[in-house]
């Protein structure tokens, strides 16, 4: 094939410019945009976006976990939990979590996440405020399904949203932040649950305040984040018009096929008829097992050592902590070198080094102030990452907010494997539960091996037969309306 059949954004190739969806409109083109402009509009982004979403989500993992942390509190024998309804009630959570994913997220791509996103996060906390009143397993059951609905679409109508305001190669790290709330609530719910259960009244349960305070605090949240979040760029009214076009031709050079395109729900779909997705689904469903394990079970994975309930939740501080910096540090490195497979299979063998190092030691280890669990967030990296490597690959808007949806809905499916593994039987070294988790790491770290080494082979094909040497780097994402069928398009690995 002739390289002039092709559309690249580096000049240097010489491609010849091909119609694309966004032709004959009056925008920019990225040889007019100066770096300092470039810079100055995502710091824009960073300062007004990312710290409010991070913090949503921050809420979002704490309203989520709370209950870890009030069962140490002693909440499930004061509402009469007996045998395996505790891990019933975490289990019930993924069902709802899983199924309506996809159907919000769809709402999310038509009406913005800046509008679906404060609205379920007011559901959310309005649960756990009730989750504080509730006496019986009956309402607990009740109310975690509903917590379920509320925040299915959280991270991917998040990391859509994000895809819509940033390029390719700026989208892992900014999502890594924002994922860091999640890991590090750990250490936050920690030291919440550390304070609270210092409050002692002679009408209320202590863990009832852990539900209200966090409730609270989230509701007030949710109404601060609908009138703050833009609808979209090109809607913003901080930005100039400058500003604006900027911001558009930045997404059609390096993220997207077309921007504030309608959605089109027949054609949201259609990657899902392209083998590699469902690869991506086998991908997201393996890892969810060691990510579900670390969410709901680190504090009692702490608790077999022994230590007080206080001390318990002040000692799960230190591996969140050391989780996000780890976090933090292969996200960014991952944008900076344009490189998702290398760094996902990082992550997935700290994590799994860590579940077998829980599983096989026993518990002389508290002499070492609770340190051994700090390898297992790194179970959270993946999810970033793996999340940005398909949004990466998938330039169409509509399709990309399913296929987030989606894939997140499967990862999350996980939770069902991780709590029927995680048994009150097994308590407190929970050896069934860690190998299980150690070997879905395992089975992830093969697949995403496999598929980096297949995209790499797949782009030195496609430049063989068309007699050039691109990546997806020199490629305008405005070119590849027809997705990984386009001539030009070039797997981000």
């Known amino acids: 094939m002739d390289s002039t059949s092709l559309h690249s954004s580096s000049k240097q190739h010489g491609y010849e410019h091909r119609e694309t969806p966004q032709e004959g409109k009056d925008r920019l083109d990225m040889s007019q945009v100066s770096s300092e402009e470039e810079r100055e509009l995502r710091w824009i982004f960073d300062r007004n976006l990312i710290l409010p979403l991070a913090f949503m989500y921050l809420c979002n993992a704490l309203d989520k ?26 289990m019930i959570f993924y069902v709802p979590f899983c199924l309506f994913g996809t159907p919000i997220s769809l709402f999310v791509k038509r009406y913005s996440a800046a509008r679906v996103l404060p609205v379920m996060m007011f559901g959310f906390g309005s649960m756990s405020l009730l989750a504080g009143a509730a006496k019986s397993f009956s309402q607990i059951f009740a109310i975690r399904f509903f917590l379920g609905i509320f925040e299915s679409a959280m991270l991917p109508g998040v990391v859509f949203y994000l895809s819509t305001f940033y390029k390719r190669n700026e989208l892992a790290s900014r999502v890594g932040v924002f994922y860091a709330a999640s890991s590090i609530s750990g250490a936050f719910s920690g030291l919440i649950a550390y304070g609270v259960f210092h409050i002692h009244s002679s009408k209320y349960h202590s863990w009832q305040f852990l539900f209200w305070i966090e409730g609270a605090g989230t509701i007030i949240f949710a109404t601060f984040a609908w009138f703050w979040l833009p609808k979209s760029s090109s809607t913003w009214k901080r930005l100039s018009p400058r500003q604006k076009a900027v911001a558009d031709a930045r997404m059609l050079a390096d993220s997207s096929v077309e921007v504030n395109s309608k959605l089109n729900i027949s054609d949201a779909f259609r990657p899902f008829k392209d083998p ?14 060691p990510l579900a394990s670390v969410n709901n079970f680190l504090p009692q994975i702490v608790a077999s050592l022994g230590y007080s309930t206080v001390r318990t939740n002040l000692f799960t501080v230190a591996p969140n902590i050391v989780g996000t910096v780890s976090l933090l540090l292969l996200t960014f490195s991952s944008d900076y070198f ?49 999340s940005a490597w398909y949004s990466n690959n998938t330039p169409s808007e509509s399709r990309r907010a399913v296929v987030a949806a989606v894939m997140v809905a499967l990862a999350n499916s996980s939770g069902l494997i991780s709590t029927n593994v995680f048994r009150a039987k097994d308590e407190p070294k929970y050896v069934l539960a860690l190998a299980t988790s150690a070997a879905f790491g395992g089975l992830c770290l093969l697949l995403v091996a496999s598929t980096g080494l297949y995209m790499r082979l797949e782009n030195r094909r496609r430049n063989r037969l068309q007699n050039v040497n691109i990546t997806a780097a020199d490629v305008e994402t405005e070119a590849l309306a027809l997705g990984p069928k386009s001539p030009s398009f070039r797997y981000m690995y």
């Open 276 to 289: 590699m997705y469902w690869v991506w689904a086998l991908i997201s469903l393996s890892f969810g097992v």
């Open 65 to 90: 976990g709370n209950v870890g942390n009030a069962k140490t509190d002693g909440w499930d024998k004061d509402i009469g939990l007996t045998g395996n309804q505790y891990y019933l009630l975490v």
């Open 338 to 386: 344009r490189e998702r497979s290398i760094h996902i299979c990082i992550a997935l063998a700290t994590a799994i080094i860590g579940f077998v190092v829980l599983g096989s030691i026993d518990v002389f280890l508290s002499r070492i102030e609770c340190k051994r669990p700090a390898d297992e967030d790194q179970a959270f990296a993946p999810s970033v990452l793996v």
